[in-house]
Nanobody, 126 residues
Framework: QVQLVESGGGLVQAGGSLRLSCTASGRIPDIYAVGWFRQAPGKEREFVGALIWFSSTTYYADSLKGRFAISKDNAGNTVYLQMNSLKPEETAVYYC???????????????????WGQGTQVTVSS
């Protein structure tokens, strides 16, 4: 099993920045990717971005490229989501998730993720 703990959420003004952390524990060698997702009130959960664990290759939702960045602390087991120029409509619960190695990997697909953190609230005020 893999356990994930997010932190770093909070209240920020529009145009501001926030950095979320996701710390993994457990069967780390089984992790293929860590993804970030978000769910706004009344909306479905959506893909934000993902990082391939062994290479740190990153993927992002098209609408977020240039404003959001995912990185990994190679000295530990923490993945970060740096969010810049935040907008009020990006108020949501942000989740990180672990995609384990399997016969076919797809870091952009929510259904391929096996373990989820508890989520952290991000509120962007106008």
């Amino acid at each position: 099993q893999v356990q994930l703990v997010e932190s770093g959420g909070g209240l920020v003004q529009a145009g501001g920045s926030l950095r979320l952390s996701c710390t993994a524990s457990g069967r780390i060698p089984d992790i293929y990717a860590v993804g970030w997702f978000r769910q706004a009130p009344g909306k479905e959960r959506e893909f934000v971005g993902a990082l391939i664990w062994f290479s740190s290759t990153t993927y992002y939702a098209d609408s977020l490229k240039g404003r959001f960045a995912i990185s990994k602390d190679n000295a530990g087991n923490t993945v970060y989501l740096q969010m810049n120029s935040l907008k009020p409509e990006e108020t949501a619960v942000y989740y990180c998730a672990a995609h384990l190695y399997k016969s076919k990997e797809d870091p952009l697909s929510e259904s391929h993720y096996d373990y989820w953190g508890q989520g952290t609230q991000v509120t962007v005020s106008s």
